[in-house]
């Protein structure tokens, strides 16, 4: 299969050292011998913590967004060096100069692209750009909940959403740099119109993204 991994900046930076990078390196060599693999690595912590010291220069969202894509690309040149050899060594910043480096059969890794969505519709637009069979978004969550899991005990998670359902859901987050919540609005539209297969999983271990692609895990994202 040709899958597309979304990994947030918040779990490969929550402790801001090595660890995860290596950890993710290690499971997707593994996945890369029998997969061909594109990743979207997002912004995390340091993204957001950019982002304030530009929204407070009283600058534009825009801006703010630029910066947060700034950092992406560097979080995604983290992984590239902790996957060695079978990384392509430059980070594509748009579509076209990411299906051009995988011609050379090394696995690609990208950040954002372009203002106003997150790394989770890079994700879906890289997914639809190269015709891929699955995007694993690897989150700090379980997978999407009716309710706040963290404030409600009887929150129960969906296994299978539609792209329609998640709309109605997420409708309410906030679209500002920096906040875009479990999945941004454009990401589910694109997932909506070419029929992406998308299961969200918790990325704090790794080993969920394994798991996605054979097994039922997490919240899977399905037109019905
Ligand atoms: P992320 O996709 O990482 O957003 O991009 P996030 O919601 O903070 O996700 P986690 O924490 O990594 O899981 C960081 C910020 O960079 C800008 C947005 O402001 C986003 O919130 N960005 C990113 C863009 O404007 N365009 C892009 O293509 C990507």
Known sequence: MRIVIAIGGS?????????KFEEYAKIINEINKE????????GGRPAREYISVVRDMGLSESICDDIGI???RINAKLLQLALRDVAYPAIPENFQEALEYSATGKIVIMGGTEPAH????VSSILAEYVDADLVINATSVDG?????????????MFSQVTPDKLLEI???????????????KTAIGIIKRSN???VIVNGNNPENVRTAISKPIGTLIVNQ
Not at 35 to 42: A, D, M, S
Not at 146 to 156: I, R, T, V
Not at 170 to 184: H, L, P, Q, R
């Open 118 to 121: 997150s790394t989770d519709a």
């Open 70 to 72: 700034q950092v992406t």
């Open 170 to 184: 997420v409708s309410t987050n906030d679209n500002k740099a920096g906040t875009y919540e479990f999945i941004d």
């Open 196 to 198: 992406i297969k998308t």
């Open 11 to 19: 779990i490969l930076l929550k402790e801001y050292d090595n660890k």
């Open 144 to 156: 999407l909940y009716d309710k706040d899991p963290n404030k409600f005990d009887d929150a129960q």
């Open 35 to 42: 997969h061909e693999i594109f990743i979207v690595v997002g």
